[in-house]
C-alpha cells in the first residue's frame, strides 16, 4: 500500500474540519438547548451527530485512523439522499425543509473528494481482517 501524501493527511484534517465545526456550530446548541417535548428520533439524531462531531474532532489528531467517522457521516448521508430524498423528488414532494437537507447532504461531495478511497479499499475491504475466535496456538 503506498504512502499516503502528506497533502493528503491535511486534505483529511479539512474534511474534519469542516464537519466537526459543522456539527458543532449547528447540533451541538440544539443538543444543549433543547424542548423536553422534543420527538424522540431527533433527540437520538442529533445525539449520533453530536458523536460524530467529537469522533471528527479526534480525526484532526489521527486522520487515518478515525476514517470510519466520515464514512459513516457520508454513508447516512446518501443512504439519506437515495432512500428519501430522491423518491420525494420523484414525487415532486419536496418541500423547503427537505430542500435545505438536500443541500446540507450534498455537501458530503467533499468527503468523497477527501477520503483516500485507494487506502480504504486496501485497510478495510482487501486487508485480512481480525481472526473471530480464540487462537489455537499455545
Known amino acids: 500500500m503506498p504512502q499516503i501524501s502528506l497533502f493528503r493527511l491535511y486534505l483529511l484534517r479539512a474534511a474534519y474540519i469542516f464537519t466537526a465545526g459543522g456539527l458543532f456550530a449547528f447540533i451541538w446548541p440544539m443538543i444543549i438547548d433543547h424542548r423536553l417535548d422534543l420527538p424522540l428520533m431527533t433527540g437520538v439524531a442529533w445525539s449520533m451527530l453530536g458523536a460524530v462531531s467529537v469522533l471528527a474532532a479526534f480525526g484532526l489528531r489521527?486522520?487515518?485512523?478515525?476514517?470510519?467517522?466520515?464514512l459513516f457521516e457520508l454513508l447516512w448521508k446518501v443512504i439519506w439522499l437515495a432512500a428519501f430524498a430522491f423518491p420525494l423528488w420523484r414525487a415532486d414532494q419536496v418541500d423547503a425543509n427537505t430542500a435545505q437537507t438536500i443541500f446540507e447532504c450534498s455537501l458530503a461531495i467533499i468527503l468523497v473528494i477527501a477520503i483516500p478511497w485507494p487506502y480504504v479499499v486496501h485497510h478495510y475491504l482487501i486487508k485480512k481482517g481480525d481472526r473471530w475466535g480464540a487462537s489455537s496456538k499455545k
Open 62 to 70: 489521527y486522520p487515518l485512523q478515525m476514517l470510519p467517522a466520515l
